[in-house]
């Protein structure tokens, strides 16, 4: 009987995930606002990283920006492939990036 119970919550969870992966894009998704993250050397990448992978999957629609505060060279080839879905600024351009965000938001 037990197993029945197992097998049965396995397969709802399978199919709820099939039914967001087909229709999350239905989902609302928080609209506005910026996501600012701060890379210096590895550190921040992290993070990035996971904000993009919620943009990718439809559950984030916020800018995402990174701010350069020393990077390494694999970080920034790291930030390089994400590109997509991250924007990269200085520490003296992000006072203006967000001036602009906040501008399209008004």
């Known amino acids: 009987m037990g197993w029945y119970v197992c097998f049965g919550t396995l397969a709802a969870f399978g199919f709820l995930c099939g039914l967001w992966a087909l229709a999350g894009w239905l989902l609302p998704g928080g609209r506005g606002g910026v996501i ?4 210096k050397g590895e550190k921040g990448i992290a993070c990035v990283r996971r904000c ?3 943009r990718s999957v439809g559950l984030l629609h916020t800018a995402v920006i990174a701010v ?5 060279p694999r970080a920034e080839k790291e930030l390089d492939r994400l590109g997509r879905y991250v924007e990269i600024c200085t520490a003296e351009a992000l006072s203006c990036r967000l001036e602009l965000e906040r501008d399209q938001l008004d």
Do not use: A
């Not at 600012?36 to 890379?39: D, E, P, Q, S, W």
């Not at 350069?68 to 390494?72: A, H, R, V």
């Open 68 to 72: 350069d505060c020393g990077m390494t």
């Open 36 to 39: 600012v993250c701060f890379c």
């Open 52 to 54: 993009c992978w919620l």
